[in-house]
């Protein structure tokens, strides 16, 4: 039974930071394909990074340069590095194990992801 458990979220003032992690188990963490998505009411669900069991890493637009995505594999866990947050970053965060279906980065659809863990930038 493949299971994701996100922690880290919370509140933070702009320009502050958080770092999530995602523990991942029943599956061989190592091979797989792994992401970051937000979902804040109103909006599309968006992919914010990607790591590829290859160690190749993606970013949306939206984050590239404030955020970093890592993973340990010997732990079973992935990472996102939040700095430099603003208010439009505020969404529920969700790690995944992605499949791939096409050949940009951004092609992928989640086969598990987590419970979520809530981030609020506010002042």
């Known amino acids: 039974q493949v299971q994701l458990v996100e922690s880290g979220g919370g509140l933070v003032q702009p320009g502050g930071s958080l770092r999530l992690s995602c523990v991942v188990s029943g599956t061989i963490f190592s091979i797989n394909d792994m992401g970051w998505y937000r979902q804040a009411p109103g909006k599309q669900r968006e992919l914010v990074a990607r790591?590829?069991?290859?160690?190749?890493?993606n970013y949306a637009d939206s984050v590239k340069g404030r955020f970093t995505s890592s993973r340990d594999n010997a732990n079973n866990t992935m990472y996102l590095q939040m700095n430099s947050l603003k208010p439009e970053d505020t969404a529920v965060y969700y790690c995944?194990?992605?499949?791939?279906?096409?050949?940009?980065?951004?092609?992928?659809?989640?086969?598990?992801w987590g419970q979520g863990t809530q981030v609020t930038v506010s002042s």
């Open positions: 995944a194990v992605l499949r791939r279906y096409g050949s940009s980065w951004s092609a992928v659809v989640p086969d598990y």
């Open positions: 790591i590829r069991s290859d160690g190749i890493i």
